[in-house]
C-alpha cells in the first residue's frame, strides 16, 4: 500500500532556531494532511495542501508540497516551547477511503 | 459541540479478556476511524467506516472488530487481548472521507497484562 516517509524522527533545537520536517511518497498524492500532537494529546489538524507547488503560511509555520506531489514539507521559524510536539504528515491511500501517517517527527525545543 | 469522545481514557485487561473501547461523535461526520499509536511506529489504521453498515479493514485488523449501526457511534472490540495490543488507540472522525480534516478523540491507553 502506500508509504508516506517521513523524516527526521527527532529533531531537537534551541528555542529561537528554525525545524523542518520532509515527509516523501513514492507515488503522487491528490492532498497532503499535516497534524500536531503534543505531549500525551491527540492529533490535531493543522492543514491540507492540494495544488502542486503549493505554499501556506500560518504565522512561523509553511507548509510546502512539491511540484510533483510527492514530497511536502513543514518549516518553523524561531522555535518556541510551545512547538513541542510531534508532526505527522498523512495523504491518501487504499482508493482514497484510507489515509496513511508517516511515523512523525518528534520536536524538542531547549528552552 | 463535545466533538468525539471515547471512553474509557485507561484500561487494563488480563491476557484473553475481551473489551470494548467506545467512540462517539457529534458532528454528523460519515466517515469515522480508528487508529492505534505505537513508540516509533506513527498511527496505524485498524478499522475505518464510510457510514452507517459499512466498515472495512485497515492496515492492523487483525484481533479487533467493529460495527457501525449508527452515524454517531464506532466501537472497537477486543476479542481476546493480547499483550501486543498494548498501545494507545485514538479514535478519529471526518465529514466527507479521511481526505478532509479529522478530529481526534482524546485516545485510550491500554495496557494487557
Not at chain 1, 490535531?44 to 507547488?53: E, T
Not at chain 1, 518549516?75 to 510551545?82: C, E, G, V
Not at chain 2, 472497537?76 to 480534516?101: D, H, I, K, M
Request: aromatic share 10%.
Amino acid at each position: 500500500g502506500q508509504q508516506v516517509m517521513q523524516i527526521p524522527q527527532y529533531q531537537h533545537v534551541q528555542e529561537g532556531e528554525d525545524f523542518t520536517t520532509y515527509c516523501n511518497s513514492s507515488t503522487t498524492l491528490s492532498n497532503i494532511q499535516w497534524y500536531k500532537q503534543r505531549p500525551g494529546g491527540h492529533p490535531v489538524f493543522l492543514i491540507q495542501l492540494v495544488k502542486s507547488g503549493e505554499v501556506k503560511k500560518q504565522k512561523r509555520l509553511t507548509f510546502q508540497f512539491g511540484e510533483a506531489k510527492k514530497n511536502s514539507s513543514l518549516h518553523i521559524t524561531a522555535t518556541q516551547t510551545t512547538d513541542v510536539g510531534t508532526y505527522f504528515c498523512a495523504g491518501p491511500s487504499g482508493g482514497y477511503q484510507k489515509v496513511t501517517f508517516g511515523i512523525g517527527t518528534k520536536l524538542q525545543v531547549i528552552p | 459541540n463535545a466533538g468525539v469522545t471515547q471512553t474509557p481514557k485507561f484500561q487494563v485487561l488480563k491476557t484473553g479478556q475481551s473489551m470494548t473501547l467506545q467512540c462517539a461523535q457529534d458532528m454528523n461526520h460519515e466517515y469515522m476511524s480508528w487508529y492505534r499509536q505505537d513508540p516509533g511506529m506513527g498511527l496505524r489504521l485498524i478499522h475505518y467506516s464510510v457510514g452507517a453498515g459499512i466498515t472495512d479493514q485497515g492496515e492492523v485488523p487483525n484481533g479487533y472488530n467493529v460495527s457501525r449501526s449508527t452515524t454517531e457511534d464506532f466501537p472497537l472490540r477486543l476479542l481476546s487481548a493480547a499483550p501486543s495490543q498494548t498501545s494507545v488507540y485514538f479514535c478519529a472522525s471526518s465529514y466527507l472521507g479521511p481526505n478532509t480534516e479529522a478530529f481526534f478523540g482524546q485516545g485510550t491507553r491500554l495496557t494487557v497484562v
